[in-house]
């Protein structure tokens, strides 16, 4: 089988994860920084000026979604090996599904907490995508634990 394609996804997954951790490590860093060059191009009337005004709670829900998002961005690389390994029908991939659906309820339930605390249109969005995810994935998880005996079964009969 060709597998091109999956390795070209692992690296983009790769790259995303590592890229990732360093965006994680500087949001303390660099998100005042932005949101005031935000401001000052648009005004304290916009709902980034909101961001200053809750800057503890506005580190902590980033750090906190983005470390879930890094777990969901971990498991995928994981799953993404065993897919090119051409062994995707595995124990280990059911229980990343089952994390990955977790931690996309986390970042769903931050996004809307953050709601209450200073409103964006955009947590609403993330937070109906990552709710959306996160079913997807508990399914998903639930088909392969399905395929994983299955194939436990076929393994036995031969």
């Given amino acids: 089988m ?11 997954l790769d790259f995303c994860f590592f890229v990732g951790i360093v965006i994680e490590i500087s949001v303390p860093l660099i998100l005042s920084k932005s949101v005031n060059l935000v ?7 916009t709902e980034y000026a ?12 980033i750090m906190l979604a983005g470390g879930a998002a890094l777990v969901i961005l971990y498991d995928l690389r994981r799953m993404m090996k065993t897919v090119i390994e051409d062994n995707c029908f595995v124990k280990q991939n059911v229980d990343s599904l089952y994390r990955m ?5 986390i970042i769903a339930g ?3 907490i953050r709601c209450f605390v200073y409103f964006t249109p955009a947590a609403i969005i993330v937070a109906g995508v990552f709710g959306f995810a996160g079913l ?3 399914v998903l998880a639930r088909v392969f634990d399905r395929a994983v005996s ?3 079964e076929n393994d036995l009969t031969i």
Avoid: M, R, W
């Fill in 2 to 12: 060709n597998n091109s394609l999956n390795k070209f996804v692992k690296a983009i």
């Fill in 39 to 45: 401001v000052e191009k648009l005004g304290d009337t």
């Fill in 50 to 61: 909101k961001i200053l005004d809750n800057y503890p709670f506005a580190i902590v829900s």
């Fill in 101 to 105: 659906g977790t931690f996309a309820f």
């Fill in 110 to 112: 931050i996004k809307i």
């Fill in 136 to 138: 997807l994935s508990k």
């Fill in 150 to 152: 299955y194939k436990q």
